[in-house]
């Protein structure tokens, strides 16, 4: 399992190969080395590859809210109405949150806008995971109610955006909990 790994680390770093001889002993082309060097490097390229996949796929988890989340500022009558049934019962359950739909709608957006900004840039990415796993929620219950559509095709249309955005929900979860391979504050706060 580990050697397939090691050939695709190695194809992207320009063809550094390691290789197993029968008894499972890792060689190198300048002599046997030790598997517990050959961990180390797949550790270390692993890492460099955990990187790069987060560099690229942050910006593409934030691009819908950064422009979703701006029109939704910019033009929030037009999914007022269809939030104003969540928006009533949310009011209800927590008195910060504005009553008017549009003043919610026109929140959402900018915490949208706002947190998918952060997160596209890597700046405090799982607490932006985060706000935006939480403005995803509502965004969701209201705009997508599949069961309420009596056309099949808006039906199903409607269904379809409600499990795209679940699955959103899920990237943004693994983002919130990926601490990019560092210990998380608790840890780091015990050993100073």
């Known amino acids: 399992m580990v050697l397939p790994l090691l050939d695709f680390c190695r ?3 320009g063809g550094r190969a390691l290789t197993c001889d029968r ?3 890792a060689r190198s082309a300048g002599g046997i080395t030790c598997q ?3 961990y180390k490097f797949v550790q270390r390229e692993s890492t460099k590859l955990m990187s790069m996949l987060r560099a690229l796929g942050r910006p593409l988890i934030a691009s ?10 910019r ?3 037009r999914v007022a109405k269809r939030a104003e049934p969540v928006v009533r019962s949310l009011a209800e359950l927590a008195d910060f949150l504005p009553d008017e739909p549009e003043e919610a709608v026109r929140l959402n957006g900018a915490v949208q806008f706002g947190a998918g900004m952060l997160l596209a ?3 405090l990415p799982r607490l932006s995971a985060l706000a935006l796993a939480g403005s995803l929620v509502p965004t969701t219950m209201a705009g997508h109610r599949y069961w309420e559509e009596e056309d099949p095709q808006l039906r199903a249309q409607q269904r379809i955006h409600f499990l795209k955005n679940l699955s ?3 990237g943004l979860l ?8 560092r210990p998380s504050l608790l840890p780091r706060l015990r050993h100073r």
């Open 11 to 13: 194809g992207l770093l």
């Open 23 to 25: 008894s499972g002993a």
């Open 36 to 38: 517990r060097e050959r």
């Open 64 to 73: 819908i809210f950064i422009i979703q989340g701006y029109e939704t500022m």
């Open 75 to 77: 033009r929030p009558e």
């Open 121 to 123: 840039a890597g700046w």
């Open 168 to 170: 959103m929900l899920g």
């Open 174 to 181: 693994i983002a919130v909990t990926d601490n990019c391979d």
